[in-house]
């Protein structure tokens, strides 16, 4: 009896223990079928960089070669004119979402602002032309014109109430504020009492040593709470949506998600591209501004197979489809764009700009594959409020930017979230699609400065986030060439610091892939 009692535990005992082994070899298959098992110094970053870029007509090759040949020489001597270079943007405002913990103590957090006196054309800025007094001023005694010399007019038979409550001057501010937002898809501060001007090539955007958990909550409330998702990721430390399940989602959605990856990839580029590497390479002995420069180390570690769970490649695709929809807003309102005044009070540097504008607008109208914005939001009300959706999101990220704890951080992702909310807003709000129509039968509206659809601050914003994803491409050359140059067995032309992260790296494993710039 015993005997048989215990055969029976035994049994029970092997079951309970191979169910258990199974149920680890299924967890461990499962949460491994992310991982490439591709080499660090491999250029498994680039190998599937190639051909169809999804959800348009166009492949890779042929922007590589458009943008680095002909858009990238000329975006980035347009952005370094007098127009483009001064952004005004308001760096004080609270973060809406949680309280503000961790702010960057580090030197090279900081801006260096300057006064609105001292940007070029300011006096004359149109913006300030546009200024509208407020509704109630025009019932004021002030602004009213005497009828007394006219012999005709009885003021008691004339006369009129122009008495407007409080209440109505309060309801009319909110009807302005309302008309004023329709259509735009991100939170604009340029008209925000506390907003300064910033000189950007004064503040480049670099690597900062930005990081830790109020920088990763950034990102982490952007991509589980504001980007559209098709289901539940069971990856808990991974909050992206993998590029498998992409497929389930309408191409509304896909659109948003694909945006939002592609600018947060062109950050994770610039911030690799113009790494701090003086206080590693040189210690106490380096510069007082520091040394910035190439890390593809930390390249690979964003982008690389091994160390994404396999989804760096399509990220990287990504950054190629934002390019491709900023340079599709940018060719629809481009009739409007080249009539701008471009003002700086320098009329040499002004009419330089201007054919600036219609020399790079000209190329651009050459591509043969634009993105095509006309195939979204159609179908009738659930269109409409998926469009609403769409702009709520987006809204939302824009909100999230005044959340990051790093000032220099704060205002290249405010300039680069905004430039891409002007392109939808060029893309999808409608204002646009006459400009559209006028362009194919030759013809252009014009239009009194009044009647402007685009603010002195959208503009710039528009241009720098296009010269900064411009960037991004060209920059991955740079490392394309790299990562060949460690196949070819020229590993002695990047040692030094860069070099010591990465064999560090590639012994210790696979790592969670960054969550901030």
Request: glycine letters at 6%; one cysteine or more.
């Amino acid at each position: 009896m015993f005997m048989k009692l215990s055969k029976m535990v035994y049994k029970k005992y092997c079951v309970v223990l191979l169910i258990f082994a199974l149920a680890i070899v299924q967890a461990v298959g499962y949460d491994t079928e992310l991982f490439e098992t591709v080499a660090c110094d491999s250029t498994a970053c680039f190998d599937s960089l190639h051909g169809a870029l999804g959800d348009c007509s166009c492949n890779v090759d042929t922007i590589d070669y458009f943008n680095n040949v002909k858009i990238f020489p000329r975006i980035q001597s347009l952005v370094s004119k007098d127009y483009f270079r001064f952004y005004k943007v308001n760096l004080k405002k609270e973060c809406p979402f949680w309280a503000d913990d961790s702010r960057c103590a580090m030197k090279y957090c900081h801006i260096k602002t300057c006064s609105k006196e001292s940007v070029p054309g300011f006096e004359n800025d149109y913006e300030n032309e546009l200024e509208e007094e407020p509704p109630a001023l025009k019932y004021s005694q002030e602004a009213q014109t005497p009828c007394n010399s006219d012999a005709d007019h009885d003021p008691a038979l004339g006369y009129l109430n122009m008495t407007l409550s409080v209440a109505s001057q309060f309801e009319i501010a909110k009807w302005k504020a309302y008309d004023d937002s329709v259509g735009n898809f991100c939170d604009c501060d340029d008209k925000d009492a506390e907003a300064e001007y910033v000189d950007l090539s004064l503040n480049p955007e670099r690597y900062t040593g930005y990081k830790g958990t109020s920088a990763h909550r950034i990102w982490r409330s952007i991509y589980e709470e504001n980007c559209f998702r098709p289901k539940v990721n069971p990856y808990k430390s991974f909050p992206y949506v993998l590029s498998s399940d992409l497929g389930n989602m309408c191409l509304e959605k896909r659109v948003f998600y694909r945006a939002v990856s592609g600018l947060h990839t062109s950050i994770n580029i610039h911030l690799c591209s113009k790494y701090l590497l003086s206080e590693k390479k040189l210690g106490f002995a380096a510069p007082p501004e520091g040394e910035w420069g190439p890390n593809l180390a930390e390249f690979q570690r964003r982008f690389d197979p091994s160390q994404t769970f396999g989804e760096g490649p399509n990220w990287l695709k990504n950054l190629y489809f934002v390019y491709l929809l900023e340079m599709r807003a940018l060719a629809k309102a481009g009739p409007y764009l080249e009539r701008e005044d471009y003002f700086t009070g320098n009329p040499v540097e002004d009419e330089e700009t201007r054919d600036a504008i219609r020399n790079m607008l000209g190329v651009i109208y050459t591509f043969p594959d634009h993105f095509n914005e006309s195939s979204m939001f159609n179908g009738g009300s659930p269109a409409a409020k998926l469009k609403q959706e769409f702009r709520d999101h987006f809204w939302n990220i824009s909100r999230i930017m005044d959340c990051v704890g790093c000032d220099k951080c704060k205002l290249w992702g405010k300039l680069q979230t905004q430039g891409l909310g002007t392109a939808l807003k060029i893309l999808f709000s409608g204002q646009w699609d006459s400009f559209d129509e006028e362009a194919e039968k030759g013809r252009i509206v014009l239009r009194h400065k009044a009647h402007k659809r685009l603010q002195r601050t959208e503009i710039v914003a528009l241009f720098n986030a296009f010269a900064r994803l411009s960037n991004s491409i060209r920059e991955l050359e740079n490392f394309r060439n790299m990562l060949s140059a460690l196949t070819d067995g020229q590993k002695d032309v990047y040692s030094g610091a860069a070099g010591d992260m990465k064999r560090e790296r590639c012994t210790s494993g696979v790592s969670k892939p960054s969550l901030w710039s």
